[in-house]
C-alpha cells in the first residue's frame, strides 16, 4: 500500500506552533517519512477574518486540506480537529466543517494542594505542585496541554477552590514567578490561566485588621495584588472564589451582599481584562437535621437570585448544575435562566467524587447530555443559554500524575467529553463516547460496538446500585465512596432522605419546602405534578409511600429491591464484556481496567445488600422474587 504524503503550506503570518503541531501530528498518525513536494495531500493553514474568535472551518477537495480560521487559537483548534478527522479514518476529500464554541470559555478548575496532594483526585498527585511549590515535567505539561487543547479547553484554573496554607502565596512575589514560567509553557496551547484565591487574603496576606468588601483599605489591596500579578501574568483569565461557603468567610461574614464581594474583586482586575468567577456553592452547613423548613437545594437561588443586574460585568457567576453537589442525580439548578442580566457559567464535576471515583465505570457525558437537554421554561433547555446568559463552562479536573492521566484508563473518556460538549453542547453521547473509544483503541467494530454499548450503560447501571430516584447521598461521610444510607441523615450537611418504615423522599412543592417555586412557572408544574415528575427525579421532588406505584406498576420498594439486584447484574456484564475483548486490546490496557471492574463488581455487591437490607429493615416487606436480603 502506497503511503499517504503532505505537503505543508502556510499564508504568510500563520502562527508557526500551529504549523508546527499539524506537521507533528500527521507524523505521529502516519509515520515521519511522509513530507515530498510531489506529495498527494497539501495541507494550507491560512487566515479568514470573517470567521468568528476561536472558530475554523475544514474543508476538503482531491489533493488537498484546508484549514482556516480567524486567530492563533482558531488555527490551531481547526488542526486538531483535521488530526482528529483523520485519526478517525474519515475522507479527506469529503472534509466540509465550520465550527465555532458556543461558550467562549472553557474551562477545567484543578483541585490541586501545593503540598502535591489533590481535593477529591483520585489518579494519583498533583501535576503542578510538589512540597509547597510548583514543581513539574515541563513535557508533561506541554502533552497536558495539547490534550486539554485538542478538545477545545482554553482557561485552566490551576489550584484547589478551598486556597488554604501555602496556597496563598500564589498571589505574591514568593512564587508569581513560578506561576508566570508555567503559564508560558500553556500559552502556545491557547489555555490561560485561572488562580483561585482566598476572600480572606486582605488580611492572612495583607496584615489587614478586616476583608470587608466595602472598606477602602480593602479595596486598595486587591488593586496592588492585580497590579502585581498582572506584571507576571499579563494575559491571566483572573480569579476563582468560593466564598461563605463551607466554613470559609465572604462577603456575608461582614454583612455584605455576595455582589459586594465580587464586584471589589472584579473592579481590581477590570483594568487587565481580568474576570472573577464567583461559586454559587453557598448554603448553611451546620444545619440542624431535626430542622425540617430549611431545604438546602434552595440555598443558592436564595443567595443570588435577588442579585440579579447587580454584578459587574467582568463577573461571572459559577453555578453547579444541580442545586446539591454533583449527585448522580439531580434537576438543574434553578438559577439557570433565572437571572438574565448576570454572567454565568455551568459547573460540572469530571472528578468522580459521588459517581465512583473513578474506579466505579461512569461515562459522564451521559449525565451531561441530559444536564444540556434539562427544561428551564416550557420550550426552552440550559444548552439554548450557552454562549448567551451561559458563556462559560466549567469542569472540575479528573486528572493526577499517573500514568494514564485519570487513574481509570475508560475515564479518560470523561475527560476528552468535557472539552467537546463545552465547545458544542448539542454533541450527544454516543457521538462522542464512539469518538473516543475509536480514537483510543482503533476501530474495529469487534471492539468499538460492544465497548461504546458498555460505556453508554455505566451511568444507568451505577445509580441503579446506588441511590433510587434522585434520592442522593447514601454514601459514606467525608469521603464518600460505599454506601451508608444514612451516613448523613443525622449530619448538619443538609442532605435528607427522612426515610422511615411508612415512606420515603422530601416534599419540594408548594406544600411542602416549596423549592419548586424556584423555577419558571412550566418547570414548576412539570416537577410538582406526579403524573409528570420525571420518575428518576420522584423522590427528589415528592414524598412517596413504599406502596406507591410506579409507571412499570411495581411499588416503590419492588423498584429499590429489583435495581439494586439489576445493578450488580449489569456490572457482571461489564465484567464479561471486558474479558472477551483481550484479545483486540493493549496488554496494559486490559490489565488496569479489569482491576478497576471487580472493585466495581464488589462495590455493586456491597451497594446492594446495604440498601436492600435497610429498606428490609424499615418496611419488613420482602423481595417478590425471593431473592437474598441479609436481614
Not at 86 to 102: D, M, Y
Not at 189 to 196: E, K, M, T, Y
Not at 292 to 303: C, I, K, L, Q, S
Request: proline share 5%.
Amino acid at each position: 500500500m502506497a503511503r499517504t504524503t503532505f505537503r505543508l503550506r502556510c499564508d504568510a503570518g500563520i502562527d508557526a506552533f500551529a504549523a508546527q503541531e499539524c506537521r507533528e501530528g500527521l507524523e505521529r498518525l502516519y509515520g515521519s517519512d511522509l513530507w515530498r513536494e510531489d506529495a498527494e495531500w497539501t495541507v494550507s493553514l491560512s487566515r479568514k477574518p470573517d470567521l468568528p474568535p476561536e472558530g475554523y472551518r475544514l474543508s476538503g477537495a482531491p489533493g488537498s486540506i484546508s484549514v482556516e480560521a480567524a486567530d492563533d487559537r482558531g488555527l490551531l483548534y481547526g488542526v486538531y480537529a483535521f488530526l482528529r478527522r483523520a485519526a478517525l479514518g474519515e475522507e479527506f476529500s469529503a472534509l466540509k466543517e465550520t465550527a465555532v464554541p458556543a461558550a467562549a470559555r472553557r474551562m477545567l478548575d484543578h483541585w490541586d494542594n501545593v503540598d502535591g496532594s489533590i481535593e477529591r483526585g483520585y489518579a494519583g498527585a498533583s501535576l503542578f505542585f510538589r512540597d509547597g511549590r510548583l514543581s513539574y515535567d515541563p513535557e508533561r505539561i506541554k502533552d497536558y496541554a495539547r490534550l486539554l487543547a485538542s478538545v477545545g479547553v482554553n482557561h485552566i484554573s490551576l489550584n484547589n477552590v478551598n486556597v488554604r496554607g501555602g496556597a496563598l502565596r500564589l498571589i505574591t512575589d514568593d512564587m508569581l514567578p513560578e506561576v508566570a514560567a508555567l503559564a508560558g509553557l500553556l500559552r502556545p496551547f491557547g489555555l490561560r490561566l485561572i488562580l483561585s484565591v482566598h476572600f480572606d487574603s486582605p488580611m492572612l496576606l495583607g496584615g489587614l485588621s478586616t476583608a470587608d468588601p466595602c472598606d477602602t483599605k480593602v479595596s486598595a489591596w486587591w488593586q496592588e495584588t492585580a497590579e502585581r500579578v498582572y506584571r507576571y501574568i499579563p494575559d491571566l483569565s483572573g480569579f476563582l472564589v468560593k466564598a461563605d461557603s463551607e466554613f470559609q468567610n465572604g462577603p456575608a461574614s461582614f454583612g455584605r451582599t455576595q455582589a459586594d464581594g465580587a464586584n471589589t474583586i472584579a473592579r481590581a482586575l477590570s483594568p487587565y481584562g481580568g474576570m472573577v468567577f464567583w461559586r454559587c456553592f453557598v448554603y448553611l452547613c451546620t444545619q440542624d437535621w431535626r430542622d425540617t423548613v430549611t431545604d438546602r437545594p434552595m440555598a443558592a437561588y436564595d443567595h443570588f437570585h435577588s442579585l440579579d443586574g447587580r454584578f459587574d460585568d467582568n463577573v461571572m457567576l459559577q453555578i453547579k448544575n444541580g442545586p446539591m453537589d454533583f449527585q448522580p442525580r439531580e434537576p438543574l439548578s434553578p438559577l439557570f435562566g433565572a437571572m438574565p442580566r448576570t454572567r454565568q457559567a455551568l459547573e460540572v464535576q469530571l472528578t468522580q467524587e459521588y459517581t465512583g471515583q473513578q474506579i466505579d465505570l461512569y461515562a459522564l457525558p451521559v449525565q451531561w447530555q441530559e444536564i444540556f437537554s434539562s427544561p428551564i421554561t416550557g420550550e426552552r433547555v440550559l444548552r439554548d443559554l450557552i454562549g448567551q446568559e451561559v458563556g462559560g463552562v466549567s469542569g472540575v479536573a479528573n486528572v493526577g500524575d499517573e500514568e494514564n492521566w485519570t487513574g481509570h484508563t475508560l475515564a479518560q473518556c470523561n475527560l476528552y467529553a468535557f472539552g467537546r460538549m463545552a465547545w458544542d453542547p448539542s454533541l450527544t453521547a454516543r457521538q462522542i463516547v464512539e469518538e473516543w473509544v475509536k480514537l483510543t483503541f482503533g476501530r474495529d467494530p469487534r471492539l468499538t460496538e460492544p465497548l461504546i454499548a458498555m460505556m453508554l450503560s455505566s451511568r444507568n447501571t451505577y445509580e441503579k446500585y446506588t441511590a433510587p430516584l434522585g434520592i442522593g447521598w447514601m454514601v459514606n461521610i467525608s469521603h464518600h465512596y460505599g454506601p451508608n444510607v444514612e451516613g448523613y441523615e443525622y449530619s448538619p450537611w443538609g442532605t435528607y432522605h427522612r426515610a422511615d418504615w411508612q415512606a420515603i423522599g422530601i416534599d419540594r412543592t408548594r406544600g411542602g419546602t416549596g423549592y419548586a417555586a424556584q423555577y419558571h412557572p412550566d418547570v414548576e408544574r412539570l416537577y410538582s405534578d406526579l403524573t409528570t415528575c420525571p420518575e428518576e427525579l420522584l423522590l427528589f421532588f415528592h414524598r412517596l409511600p413504599y406502596t406507591y406505584p410506579l409507571q412499570n406498576g411495581k411499588t416503590l420498594l419492588q423498584h429499590i429491591y429489583d435495581t439494586h439486584f439489576e445493578g450488580v447484574e449489569e456490572v457482571r456484564g461489564f465484567v464479561k464484556t471486558w474479558e472477551s475483548l483481550r484479545e483486540l486490546l493493549p496488554e496494559s490496557a486490559y490489565e488496569s481496567v479489569a482491576r478497576k471492574l471487580a472493585l466495581q463488581l464488589a462495590n455493586a455487591r456491597e451497594w446492594r445488600d446495604v440498601v436492600n437490607t435497610y429498606f428490609y429493615r424499615k418496611t419488613g416487606k420482602p423481595d417478590e422474587h425471593g431473592r437474598p436480603i441479609h436481614k
